[in-house]
């Protein structure tokens, strides 16, 4: 079976930096992707690592070390607007590729 | 830059009832994508198609088929409606021609089974 966990809720103050952890054990990868989901609406495509290393995006990076089964998303200079779910999931190199999502952390940043 | 185009937004059913949601991938997307999302919870896989062929197939019902047509939109369909299946369904798409070939999600149809 699939499994991919991240924590379920973290907060964080605006202006902070927060790291959201998500470890997965899959039947085959094939990359590594984080969207952001807001209540009620659709996810939306944050980053994308296929290799080791750090991704950086304006003010998200996404890490991965495939050895580990891990990956991490940092987001810097956090806004209001940044509280969200987030969404790690993982790309299987079977079948046509499809996505399994994780458990999502929803992230409440405060003022 | 065109979306994934889903609808209804919004449908209310009652138990036992059929319903059709409907899906339009982006252009030149290959392959399409249906997650169902029930509260707090995070999108489960139910199926997909590669070039109007099913692809792969997750927790999907018996209850529930789905289909692409020539035209590349895609239809879950629905039957024997439960109380249970009150949720987001969402579709995606995406193209296995290119890079990151990431997932693009429509906005959802809340589908309200009473």
């Known amino acids: 079976g699939q499994n991919i966990d991240q924590p379920t809720e973290m907060t964080a103050t605006e202006g902070a930096i927060v790291q959201i952890n998500c470890t997965y054990q899959?039947?085959?990868?094939?990359?590594l992707f984080w969207y952001q989901q807001h209540a009620g609406e659709a996810p939306t495509f944050l980053s994308y690592?296929?290799?080791?290393g750090l991704e950086e995006k304006g003010r998200f990076s996404s890490f991965l070390s495939r050895s580990k089964g891990y990956s991490y998303l940092l987001l810097k200079e956090l806004q209001m607007k940044d509280s969200a779910s987030y969404l790690c999931?993982?790309?299987?190199?079977?079948?046509?590729?499809?996505?399994?999502f994780g458990t999502g952390t929803r992230l409440l940043v405060s003022p | 830059a065109a979306g994934v185009i889903q609808s209804p937004r919004h449908l209310i059913k009652e138990k036992r009832e059929t319903a059709t949601l409907k899906c339009y991938p982006i252009?030149?997307?290959?392959?399409v994508y249906w997650y169902q999302q029930g509260p707090g919870q995070d999108p489960q896989f139910l199926i997909s198609?590669?070039?109007?062929?099913?692809?792969d197939k997750g927790s999907i019902p018996d209850r529930f088929s789905a289909q692409q047509f020539s035209d590349y939109h895609s239809e879950l369909n629905m039957s024997s409606l439960e109380l249970g299946d009150s949720a987001l369904y969402f579709c995606?798409?995406?193209?296995?021609?290119?890079?990151?070939?990431?997932?693009?999600f429509g906005q959802g149809t809340r589908l309200t089974v009473v």
């Open positions: 198609f590669y070039e109007k062929m099913q692809s």
């Open positions: 899959t039947s085959g990868f094939n990359g």
């Open positions: 690592n296929v290799l080791d």
């Open positions: 999931a993982v790309r299987l190199n079977t079948g046509f590729q499809k996505l399994v």
């Open positions: 995606a798409s995406s193209s296995r021609t290119g890079g990151v070939s990431e997932a693009f």
């Open positions: 252009p030149r997307h290959d392959t």
